[in-house]
Each structure stands twice: as C-alpha cells, then as structure tokens.
C-alpha cells in the first residue's frame, strides 16, 4: 500500500484553531521537524466530551480498501483525562482506522503565548491575559490564527504537550 492510498486528517476545535495548526505545521516543516511531502487534511470539527457524531464522522471517511489515520487535537481544559474522553468513542473501530488524540494544555493559547516569547508558566496559568498583556491588545479568538505565522517554535520543542503533538504528527505522517 502506497502513501496515496491514505487519507490524513487532523481534526481541530474550529476555524482559528485550523488556521493555528496550519501555519505550525508550516513552521516544522520549514525547520525539518516533519516530512513536507505527506499531505495532512486539517479540519475543523468541534470536539466535546460525549460527542457520538465523532465516530460517525471518521468512518465517513473511510473509502473502501483506504486506510485512514485521524488526530484530534483539543484543549484539555484542565482535564487530566481529556484525551481518553475522545478516543472513547473510536473502542473496535475496523483495523484500518487509527486514531491518536493530544490534549493542550490547557487550552491552545498557552502555545501561542509561550511561542511569542512569553513567560510559559504566566502562558500555562492565564494564556488569555497573557497574550493580551503579551501583545498590549485585547486577545480575541481570531488571533488564535492570525498571531501563529509569528510563533517561534523553538520556544515550544521544550513543551511536553507540543512534544506529543509533534510525535502524532510524525505518527500521522509515516506508513502504518
């Protein structure tokens, strides 16, 4: 089985969120982090605790014979369980489909925070006051996109949550 016989999805919380992921996957690759020659599919998709829609969507996705890697990628929310609440709804899914989740910690705007320079303990506790404070504007949820062509990655790589998102990437991108 060939590469192109794979669909890659990676399914984020909404719009900004897929604007986000895009442009630090752009970073990664431009910093030989992940494989630029594997297409990864970025979705929008709200994802919540008990959302039986989930399982639904990724097996629509399945084409007969096609193989399907999917990754979720939410806000823990200060979860420590958030990843299992979603990989709970994929238990006996058919073999060719794969499923990973990586929670943030504990919301998407630590990265950004911590990727623009600030303080990532301030980032971790108060993400929104801290890119407010960061940037001397008001943080409002269309930044979330906006502002990610100007993280630095290198301040992210020491993050245990980033690490595991860039595992799943890697994971994503690699024949089963």
């Given at each position: 089985m060939g590469l192109s016989d794979m669909l890659r999805i990676m399914f984020v919380e909404d719009t900004y969120g897929k604007e986000f992921h895009t442009a630090i996957i752009r970073k990664l690759r431009e910093n030989d982090e992940l494989d630029p020659s594997v297409g990864i599919r970025v979705d929008s998709r709200p994802v919540r605790k008990c959302d039986a829609k989930l399982r639904r969507i990724v097996l629509?996705?399945?084409?007969?014979?096609?193989?399907?890697?999917?990754?979720?990628?939410?806000?823990?929310?200060?979860?420590?369980?958030?990843?299992?609440?979603v990989l709970n709804h994929f238990r006996g899914l058919p073999d060719k489909v794969l499923v990973r989740v990586?929670?943030?910690n504990p919301m998407h705007e630590a990265w950004l925070c911590?990727?623009?320079?600030?303080?990532?303990?301030?980032?971790?506790?108060?993400p929104?006051?801290?890119?407010?404070?960061l940037r001397g504007d008001y943080y409002e949820k269309r930044y979330l996109g906006e502002w990610a062509s100007r993280v630095d990655i290198g301040n992210l790589m020491p993050e245990q949550d980033f690490g595991e998102?860039?595992?799943?990437?890697r994971w994503l991108v690699q024949d089963p």
């Open positions: 629509s996705e399945v084409i007969e014979g096609e193989q399907v890697k999917v990754l979720f990628v939410i806000d823990s929310e200060g979860r420590s369980n958030a990843e299992y609440d990586v929670a943030v911590i990727g623009l320079g600030g303080d990532r303990r301030v980032c971790r506790q108060d929104i006051g801290a890119l407010s404070r998102y860039l595992s799943a990437l």
